[in-house]
C-alpha cells in the first residue's frame, strides 16, 4: 500500500526566505506526483504536476522536483510572502489520471510566513 | 469555465441522522471523487464514480455511499451519523486519464 510522509508537519519562518519542503512515497511506482495548497477549512489547489518521466516543473517562485527511484519530491518556495501561508500537500497516483484510487496524500506541511 | 461545485458549503447534524452531499464535476468530466478530510487525519479517499458506475471504495463502512448521474453529478450519502464524521469532504473530477481537479468542500459538523 502506498504511503506518503511529509516532512516537517509544520514550519514557520521571516518572510523573504527561501525554504524547502519535503515529500517521500513508498511506491516507487508512480505515474506522477502533485503538489497542492490548502487554506484553512477550503478545497484544494494545484500548483505543480510532475509526471514519472519528468524531473522537475517550475511556476513562477515555486520549483518542484521528482527523484522516482529513491521515493522523494521537494517543493522548493523562493523568497517566501506571508500570502504564502497554508498547508502544502503532496499526493501521488499510480495511474493514470486518478485510477483506481484518485491520489494517496500526504498529511501536508503547514507553512506560516511571518511578515 | 466552471469548476468543481459542491453543496451545501458547511451543514450541521446530530449522531444518527443521514446526510446527503452533492458535487458538480467540470463540464467534460466523467470522473468523480470523494475524500474525506478529518481533523489530524490527512485526506482519505472514499469513492470514485466513472461514467455512473462505482469503480473503487476506500476504507469505510458501508453507511458511506453515492452515486453519479447520467449529467455525471454525484451524490455522497451518510447514513446513521457518528460523531468522527465531522470533517471536511472534498469531491474532484478529471477527464478519462486526467488531472483530478477539487472543490471547495462541505464542511460536516455531527454534535
Known amino acids: 500500500k502506498q504511503e506518503v510522509t511529509q516532512i516537517p508537519a509544520a514550519l514557520s519562518v521571516p518572510e523573504g526566505e527561501n525554504l524547502v519542503l519535503n515529500c517521500s512515497f513508498t511506491d516507487s511506482a508512480i505515474y506522477n506526483l502533485q503538489w497542492f495548497r490548502q487554506d484553512p477549512g477550503k478545497g484544494l489547489t494545484s500548483l505543480l504536476l510532475?509526471?514519472?518521466?519528468?524531473r522537475e516543473q517550475t511556476s513562477g517562485r515555486l520549483n518542484a522536483s521528482l527523484d522516482k527511484s529513491s521515493g522523494r519530491s521537494t517543493l522548493y518556495i523562493a523568497a517566501s510572502q506571508p500570502g504564502d501561508s497554508a498547508t502544502y500537500l503532496c499526493?501521488?497516483?499510480?495511474?493514470?489520471?486518478?485510477?483506481?484510487?484518485?491520489?494517496?496524500f500526504g498529511k501536508g506541511t503547514h507553512l506560516i510566513i511571518q511578515p | 469555465e466552471a469548476g468543481v461545485t459542491q453543496s451545501p458549503t458547511h451543514l450541521i447534524k446530530t449522531r444518527g441522522q443521514q446526510v446527503t452531499l452533492r458535487c458538480s464535476p467540470i463540464s467534460g468530466h466523467t470522473s468523480v471523487y470523494w475524500y474525506q478530510q478529518a481533523l489530524g487525519l490527512g485526506l482519505q479517499f472514499l469513492l470514485w464514480?466513472?461514467?455512473?458506475?462505482?469503480?473503487n471504495r476506500g476504507n469505510f463502512p458501508p453507511r458511506f455511499s453515492g452515486r453519479q448521474f447520467p449529467n455525471y453529478s454525484s451524490e455522497l450519502n451518510v447514513n446513521a451519523l457518528e460523531l468522527e464524521d465531522s470533517a471536511l469532504y472534498l469531491c474532484?473530477?478529471?477527464?478519462?486519464?486526467?488531472?483530478?481537479?477539487f472543490g471547495s468542500g462541505t464542511q460536516l459538523s455531527v454534535l
Open positions: 464514480y466513472d461514467e455512473g458506475e462505482e469503480r
Open positions: 499526493a501521488v497516483s499510480l495511474y493514470s489520471g486518478g485510477g483506481a484510487d484518485g491520489l494517496t
Open positions: 474532484a473530477s478529471s477527464p478519462v486519464r486526467g488531472k483530478l481537479f
Open positions: 510532475i509526471q514519472s518521466s519528468q
